[in-house]
């Protein structure tokens, strides 16, 4: 990975509905040249996936939004948990961090209960042997958006 793909990957990550041709633009590539680097990068792994990041003030039906620090008991390796946390509903991250807990997650809950159920599911069938949730009040900051 150069330094255009990781400039390409700082704009994407910015506005991942860009067209190739702006995004072409912005880096000094032709549309099909920006195009064949995202497809090499999507193969290669690089780029998993596309998301769509909500705010959560912005729908306030949507419940709550969750970050959750995991520590994971000694018996479950970051492979079944990171399977386990796929299939579990409402999840909308999961990212391995240092420090004190191995992954941060992300989720929505539509009430405490539903949080409530989703620590537990996390406990029963993720491997996870200590949590710590904090509740999402606002969006303090919004990510840019493109001119």
């Known amino acids: 990975m150069d330094r255009l793909d990781r400039e390409i990957l700082g704009i994407l990550q910015r506005d991942a509905r860009i067209s190739y041709r702006d995004l072409g633009v912005r880096v000094g590539l032709s549309a099909n040249a920006a195009a064949d680097r995202v497809r090499r990068l999507r193969r290669d792994g690089v780029i998993r996936a596309f998301t769509v990041l909500v705010d959560p003030a912005a729908d306030s039906g949507a419940g709550l939004v969750v970050f ?3 520590t994971l008991r000694l018996d479950t390796t970051n492979e079944e948990f990171e399977a386990a946390v796929a299939r579990l509903p409402g999840i909308t991250e999961v990212v391995h961090v240092t420090g ?6 992300r989720a929505r809950a539509a009430d405490p209960a539903a949080l409530d159920a989703l620590l537990r599911r ?13 509740i999402a009040l606002r969006a303090a900051t919004r990510p840019p958006t493109q001119p």
């Open 68 to 70: 959750i620090d995991v």
């Open 122 to 134: 996390l406990k029963r069938e993720a491997g996870v042997a200590h949590s710590n949730t904090r």
């Open 100 to 105: 004190e807990h191995d992954y941060l997650v």
